[in-house]
């Protein structure tokens, strides 16, 4: 069974840090990339930050560069992303999920598989 799991979210004041986790199960982690991505209330879904687990390739988008950042334990079939600096306009859930391993998936908005999702709320 193809799993990804999310934890790590929470509330935290504006300037804290938190780090979100996602592990993956049930299918050939090597040769995905993973991706997260928020939805805050009323707005759409946006990618944040990307991670080819294949090549080790990274991308993330200018509002989040400096202060978020992602990588992988292979061991461990685990991928984080270490939020700092948090913003008000950070509050959102974060889903992980996993796709092709060149993170087209991530740009284009969708993924093969997918996390349920974690808060993350920021208050000033």
């Known amino acids: 069974e193809v799993q990804l799991v999310e934890s790590g979210g929470g509330l935290v004041q504006a300037g804290e840090s938190l780090r979100l986790s996602c592990v993956a199960s049930?299918?050939?982690?090597?040769?995905?990339?993973i991706g997260w991505f928020r939805q805050a209330p009323g707005k759409e879904r946006e990618g944040v930050s990307c991670?080819?687990?294949?090549?080790?390739?990274?991308w993330d988008i200018y509002s989040v560069r400096g202060r978020f950042t992602i990588s992988s334990d292979n061991d461990k079939n685990t991928v984080y992303l270490q939020m700092n600096s948090l913003k008000p306009e950070d509050t959102a859930v974060y889903s992980c999920a996993a796709g092709d391993a060149h993170c087209s998936f991530w740009v284009q908005g969708y993924g093969d598989y997918w996390g349920q999702g974690t808060q993350v709320t920021v208050s000033s």
């Open positions: 049930g299918f050939a982690f090597e040769n995905y990339a």
């Open positions: 991670i080819s687990i294949k090549n080790g390739n990274i």
